[in-house]
């Protein structure tokens, strides 16, 4: 099961969460990358860092408000994805592991559609 969160947009870059993951599409160089929450976390930390650069150095005001705007944007990703299960957590990886669907296959006996395996679906492994 695939829980997608909103998507995010700065000028051609896209981001959004899913289950626990951050993706990333440049659409001008059509690239698109998977990261973790925590490097995440990373790249928006260096962003603030450089608009608060940038800003004191004497940025327009409007620009300033475009590029905060992107950084609540990017916090606001990063807590759907912590609230979706970040899979570099342990815990988050244990939880998801035992809720996985568990079954058995068994090769050489016929299901009812005569495919020659059968699926079992077992409560405990």
């Keep these: 099961m695939s829980a997608e969160g909103k998507h995010y947009r700065f000028e051609d870059i896209e981001f959004w969460a899913e289950d626990g993951v951050i993706f990333i599409e440049d659409h001008i160089d059509s690239t698109y990358k998977a990261v973790t929450c925590s490097d995440f976390r990373d790249r928006a930390i260096a962003v603030k860092r450089a608009v608060d650069r940038e800003y004191q150095r004497g940025m327009y005001p409007d620009e300033h408000k475009r590029l905060v705007d992107c950084l609540c944007d990017m916090r606001d990703c990063f807590k759907e994805a912590k609230a979706q299960g970040d899979p570099a957590d342990p815990s988050v990886a244990i939880q998801r ?5 568990k079954s058995i296959l068994i090769s050489g006996s016929k299901d009812a559609n005569g495919s ?5 679906i077992v409560g405990e492994i």
Aim: a positive charge; proline letters at 0%.
């Design 116 to 120: 020659g395996v059968k699926k079992l």
């Design 97 to 101: 592991y035992r809720d996985r669907k």
